[in-house]
């Protein structure tokens, strides 16, 4: 086992997002100002003007974990 002092793995979060009729869950850098009830843009997202209201956020995770098969359920 390898520890890095000092080093900090990226935290990402699942949210749970609406946008009119549609659902999108997605996995994104935890960020402190990102609620329930919030509404964001997705700058990746195939339609970045759209505004998506965010219903559901899970525990922050490190993004290693993620990528490992993690359970990925809010």
Avoid: T
């Amino acid at each position: 086992m390898v520890v890095m002092v000092g080093a900090r793995e990226r935290m990402m979060v699942q949210l749970q997002l609406v946008s009119d009729d549609r659902h999108l869950v997605a996995w994104v850098r935890d960020d402190r100002r990102v609620r329930v009830g919030a509404e964001l843009s997705l700058r990746d997202h195939a339609e970045p003007d759209r505004f998506w209201r965010v219903v559901a956020k899970g525990e922050p995770r490190p993004a290693g974990e993620i990528s490992r098969g993690w359970h990925n359920d809010i």
